[in-house]
């Protein structure tokens, strides 16, 4: 069967390999339907993904049909049913595990990047990692567990519709933060140097945006929060710059949620840890309940599918959308590959 696989750095190619075996107990098998690009595809691809060896087929965002079941699994789960998928796994053992915070595992291996993903034609699962539903487009399905990883920050901050939370960064994963904190009736004020990606993030849920590159930054934020600064900020971009302007520009006895991996080393101020007696937390991945919210809001709420789907592609066509991709990086917010 055919698989996209990232073969080393900055060479991906459409190779054949073996199909999966019959699904075990308690596993299905999946006919792969649709697939996102991830940011860290993109990494992979560069050979900065420290966690990704290579040869490695990427895809973890999932929309996909049952094709056949193994025993042990729920009546639920039929032939012919469309899915998606929770790609990451969870060792049940570790400090994460034990304290019920399986998305955080010290041994969790996603699909895709600790080892292989579904940019392939078949993939076999367990059935405790499929979610679905009746009211979703598979588009809409490979769609839901990027935007998991946001509402998966907003659950970390604690958020509610008392907050005014600030968002670094209107990509594929901030769209998920707008979303997150819309879904609980927060002020969401969407933070880019993009103003199409700042007016995306409006239809995603912000309700104000700044432009930081023709904006003052912290002023228009003392003037949006009266001068008290906001009460959550959450960071997807992952440069030193806005993991600083967080701990800066908080409230005192603020919040702040980190989602993305600066760069570099990040030199802070530490007196603001202290004197505003911060919150700082890490956001890594996303629980069950966080799939199931993303999937009622995509279900209820109108949500701009269309236009955070850059570019759909076929499976021949991803390598050279994948290259095109990392040329250009700025210009995509999402790139999905349709196996039809």
């Excluded at 955080?104 to 993939?123: H, K, S």
Aim: aromatic residues 6%; glycine residues 8%; contains cysteine.
């Amino acid at each position: 069967m055919k698989a996209i696989s990232i073969i080393e750095a900055n060479r991906c190619e459409l190779v054949d390999i073996p199909e999966p075996t019959a699904p075990g107990a308690g596993e299905v098998r999946l006919k792969v339907r649709q697939v996102g690009f991830c940011g860290s595809d993109l990494t992979s691809f560069r050979g900065l993904n420290p966690m990704v060896t290579y040869p490695r087929i990427p895809g973890h965002e999932i929309g996909a049909t049952i094709e056949s079941v193994g025993s042990d699994v729920p009546a639920q789960w039929k032939v012919g049913q469309n899915v998606l998928v929770s790609p990451y796994t969870s060792c049940g053992q570790c400090s994460a595990c034990k304290a019920g915070r399986f998305n955080a595992c010290r041994y969790n291996e996603t699909m895709g990047v600790q080892r292989d993903g579904a940019l392939t034609e078949y993939v076999n699962i367990p059935h405790e990692k499929l979610f679905t539903s009746d009211k979703l487009s598979l588009a809409e399905m490979a769609l839901v567990e990027p935007l998991t990883v946001g509402f998966h920050a907003v659950s970390r901050g604690e958020t509610t519709a008392e907050d005014t939370v600030v968002v670094f960064g209107c990509g594929a994963i901030g769209l998920g933060v707008i979303a997150g904190a819309y879904a609980r009736k927060a002020r969401v004020i969407a933070v880019d140097i993009d103003d199409e990606k700042l007016a995306l993030a409006k239809r995603c849920g912000a309700t104000d945006s700044i432009n930081s590159m023709t904006e003052s930054l912290h002023d228009r934020l003392q003037e949006m929060t009266n001068g008290e600064g906001p009460s959550l900020m959450i960071e997807a971009v992952g440069l030193p710059a806005t993991f600083k302007a967080c701990v800066e520009e908080v409230c005192f006895a603020g919040r702040v949620v980190y989602i993305g991996y600066a760069k570099a080393p990040v030199a802070y101020e530490t007196k603001f840890f202290v004197m505003k007696e911060l919150d700082i937390r890490g956001s890594r991945n996303a629980m069950p309940e966080d799939f199931e919210a993303v999937i009622a809001h995509l279900e209820n709420v109108a949500f701009p599918v269309d236009e955070v789907i850059s570019k759909t592609v076929s499976l021949e066509d991803a390598p050279s959308a994948l290259a095109a991709w990392s040329e250009n990086p700025s210009e995509i917010t999402k790139i999905h590959v349709t196996l039809d």
